[in-house]
């Protein structure tokens, strides 16, 4: 049986989680440093999900929860993380596979990557400190980061989506 076409949308969004994954493992074996949290949101009704029922029913469709002084117990697996929050003053365990992540954002340096959910739309990364090459990428001697406020540097991976 033949292979099908390279599915570069689940190829870069597979890298998406893997940045996502490696900072939650540097973080469980170096802590946060100073001022760094991290805003992840994910879809609550996701297959591997675990979380209190009571707080499924709060949140439905998504929950975005922050990771920084008030968290226990996180560990990272290979396709998954959790954690122990506090809601409401009771201690939670979360088990969230990555695929169920949407948004992964460390304001400190301003980071953020959005991951869509299979086919659904582009994947995106934001971030100014990291330059995008392209096939008319600026001769070396000329700058690499374009004026203007960072958030207009997103960059869209339409090209790359199933059809």
Known sequence: MKPGPIDYGELIRDGLRSVMARSLAHTVEHGLYGEQHFYISFVTGHSGVVMPEWLREQFPDEITIVLQHEYEDLAVMPDRFSVTLSFKEQASVLVVPFAAVR????PSVGFQIEIPQGDDAPAQVADPGIPVVTENAPPKDEPRDPPGDP????VSLDAFRKK
Do not use: L
């Open 103 to 106: 948004m992964f954002r460390d």
């Open 151 to 154: 958030a207009d540097r997103v």
